[in-house]
């Protein structure tokens, strides 16, 4: 098997390391790819490796010192003279790496390349720059690792203050700023993004970064509010005495495993921490007397939990809702696509194998919907049991048309296709998907195989998708 080519840039796989150091790797790999464009334009020739001799000189100067000064290894007319603005600012070292990043992964992203595994190749390495380039925008001076995953949530609500900011009025922020909790976190976090100690700062610019801490603080707590000791008991409560069987089968295929009561109950104090709902802010596991849960491992996150948990909603309907669970992310799946593509923003480059690609296309296809339904995948009949009004006249109708998803080679412009067979409302569909690297999944194919199937519509009743099914016409 090929070696996977941009796994060591995966801040996963670097625990112990600075930010600093990976953002070096980062720009070296930047570096030999610049140098490896051939052009027969001498002066755009000329750029590139003028910009990979920068990416080198940037690369050890930001290990050693993220937050230096870049003027140290910057000569005037270094990158057409960008970061030579005639002011008394200070360019930092990571500030320039940033920009070589982003700039790096736009060229690997626009290159025209021979075939589809070079193209998506490129894809990847860009994909795993621009993750680099986030991590280091808002952690340039951190250590990979526990503190750092700790924090990140703090840092991503982070707004830094600007000159001449006045620090807010005590009131506001005094319960935040008087937590030990957060006072250590406060101290870590302006570390991690300044260079420096809180403390060594004058008194009004220390009040005004302790007040921007304690808003991002208090942005990430209403998102993350810890449960009562009742609450958590409650959870487990429903746990042991569940109403009634599934409603229906896995989202998708897979292996998925029913969650003991108390695995189930700490899953479900997780995703209640994280997700609330009414004037109450009751957690969500409560609010729908959640009292079944089930989990399958996802490759397309590299090990990340997809979860399913059985509730009963308005008028005793039975749903069923499904969060993604990697990291410090308790993820939704609302049945949009927001939520998918933020955690390809969080995940990197995810989809180097074909059994990751797969499993990405499965949980996209079940769980993205259009207008409030799915285009569903028909890999067998029963992924449509749930939703069957005749079950006998529908197997007879589906029966030869039922397929797994099949890879399908790669398009003109180099993405990933594949073949497949959909459900959508009443109708089914021959399709084909075209997949990037930074999962976009585009339906560029459809063509009707049959209408009017005797299988109800699902409607989702704010994350849980209802066993409540509205009835079709019937087929003539």
Same mark, same amino acid.
């Given at each position: 098997?090929?070696?996977?080519?941009?796994?060591p840039?995966?801040?996963?796989?670097r625990?112990?390391?600075?930010?600093?150091?990976?953002?070096?790797? &980062?720009?070296?790999? &930047?570096?030999?790819?610049?140098?490896?464009?051939?052009?027969d334009?001498?002066?755009?020739?000329?750029?590139? $490796?003028?910009?990979a001799?920068?990416c080198?000189?940037?690369?050890?100067?930001?290990?050693?010192?993220?937050?230096?000064?870049?003027?140290?290894?910057l000569?005037?007319d270094?990158?057409?003279?960008r970061?030579?603005?005639?002011?008394?600012?200070?360019?930092?070292?990571?500030?320039?790496?940033?920009?070589?990043?982003?700039?790096?992964?736009?060229?690997?992203?626009a290159?025209?390349?021979?075939?589809?595994?070079?193209?998506?190749?490129?894809?990847?390495?860009?994909?795993?720059?621009?993750?680099?380039?986030?991590?280091?925008?808002?952690?340039?001076?951190?250590?990979?690792?526990?503190?750092?995953?700790?924090?990140?949530p703090?840092?991503?609500?982070?707004?830094?203050?600007?000159?001449?900011?006045?620090?807010?009025?005590?009131?506001?922020?005094?319960?935040?700023?008087?937590?030990?909790?957060f006072?250590?976190?406060?101290?870590?976090?302006?570390?991690?993004?300044?260079?420096?100690?809180?403390?060594?700062?004058?008194?009004?610019?220390?009040?005004?970064?302790s007040?921007?801490?304690?808003?991002?603080?208090?942005?990430?707590?209403?998102?993350?509010?810890?449960?009562?000791? /009742?609450?958590?008991?409650?959870?487990?409560?429903?746990?042991?005495q569940?109403?009634?069987?599934?409603? $229906?089968?896995?989202?998708?295929? @897979? /292996?998925?495993?029913?969650?003991?009561?108390?695995? @189930?109950?700490?899953?479900?104090?997780?995703?209640?921490?994280?997700?609330?709902?009414?004037?109450?802010?009751?957690p969500?596991?409560?609010?729908?007397?959640c009292d079944?849960?089930?989990?399958?491992?996802?490759?397309?996150?590299?090990?990340?939990?997809?979860?399913?948990?059985?509730?009963?909603?308005?008028?005793?309907?039975?749903?069923?809702a499904?969060?993604?669970?990697?990291?410090?992310?308790?993820?939704?799946?609302?049945?949009?696509?927001?939520?998918?593509?933020d955690?390809?923003?969080?995940a990197?480059?995810?989809?180097?194998?074909p059994?990751?690609?797969?499993?990405?296309?499965?949980?996209?296809?079940?769980?993205?919907?259009?207008? @409030?339904?799915?285009f569903?995948?028909?890999?067998?009949?029963?992924?449509?049991?749930?939703?069957?009004v005749?079950?006998?006249?529908?197997?007879?109708?589906?029966?030869?048309?039922a397929?797994?998803?099949?890879?399908?080679?790669?398009?003109?412009?180099?993405?990933?296709?594949?073949?497949l067979?959909?459900?959508?409302?009443?109708?089914?569909?021959?399709?084909?998907?075209?997949?990037?690297?930074?999962?976009?999944?585009?339906?560029?194919?459809?063509?009707?195989l049959?209408?009017?199937?005797?299988?109800?519509?699902?409607?989702?009743?704010?994350l849980?998708?209802?066993?409540?099914?509205?009835?079709?016409?019937?087929?003539?």
């Amino acid at each position: 098997m090929q070696a996977d080519p941009v796994s060591p840039l995966d801040p996963r796989r670097r625990a112990g390391d600075t930010v600093g150091a990976l953002a070096r790797d &980062a720009l070296e790999l &930047a570096a030999d790819f610049l140098v490896s464009v051939r052009t027969d334009d001498a002066d755009r020739r000329r750029r590139t $490796r003028d910009e990979a001799r920068v990416c080198r000189a940037v690369a050890g100067a930001v290990a050693r010192a993220p937050l230096g000064d870049a003027y140290r290894v910057l000569k005037p007319d270094d990158l057409d003279g960008r970061f030579f603005t005639r002011t008394e600012r200070v360019v930092t070292n990571a500030e320039v790496a940033l920009y070589l990043l982003d700039h790096a992964a736009g060229l690997m992203q626009a290159l025209p390349a021979a075939d589809g595994t070079l193209a998506n190749q490129l894809r990847a390495q860009a994909r795993a720059l621009q993750q680099v380039e986030r991590l280091l925008r808002v952690a340039p001076n951190a250590t990979l690792g526990a503190r750092l995953d700790e924090l990140l949530p703090l840092l991503r609500r982070l707004e830094r203050p600007t000159d001449g900011e006045r620090p807010f009025p005590p009131l506001l922020i005094d319960g935040v700023t008087a937590d030990p909790v957060f006072h250590a976190a406060a101290q870590d976090a302006y570390r991690i993004v300044v260079g420096r100690e809180l403390e060594d700062l004058p008194a009004m610019a220390a009040a005004v970064w302790s007040g921007k801490l304690a808003l991002a603080w208090l942005k990430m707590r209403d998102t993350g509010q810890p449960l009562t000791g /009742d609450e958590a008991a409650r959870i487990r409560q429903a746990l042991d005495q569940p109403r009634g069987p599934w409603s $229906r089968a896995p989202l998708l295929a @897979g /292996d998925w495993r029913d969650l003991d009561p108390d695995t @189930g109950a700490s899953v479900l104090r997780l995703i209640g921490v994280h997700h609330r709902v009414g004037a109450n802010r009751t957690p969500l596991p409560l609010a729908a007397f959640c009292d079944r849960v089930r989990s399958r491992p996802l490759v397309c996150f590299d090990g990340a939990m997809l979860i399913e948990t059985q509730g009963r909603l308005t008028g005793g309907v039975t749903g069923i809702a499904a969060f993604v669970v990697t990291g410090d992310q308790v993820v939704a799946v609302d049945g949009g696509s927001t939520w998918i593509h933020d955690l390809n923003d969080l995940a990197g480059s995810h989809l180097r194998t074909p059994e990751a690609r797969m499993d990405y296309v499965r949980l996209f296809m079940n769980s993205v919907r259009h207008e @409030g339904e799915l285009f569903q995948p028909l890999e067998a009949v029963e992924a449509l049991a749930h939703r069957s009004v005749r079950p006998q006249t529908l197997g007879d109708l589906l029966g030869s048309y039922a397929r797994p998803i099949t890879p399908a080679g790669f398009d003109e412009e180099g993405r990933w296709l594949f073949a497949l067979t959909v459900c959508y409302r009443q109708a089914l569909f021959e399709a084909k998907l075209a997949l990037t690297p930074n999962g976009l999944l585009e339906m560029v194919g459809d063509d009707l195989l049959l209408e009017d199937l005797p299988v109800r519509s699902e409607r989702m009743e704010g994350l849980f998708v209802t066993a409540d099914l509205e009835t079709p016409a019937p087929c003539p």
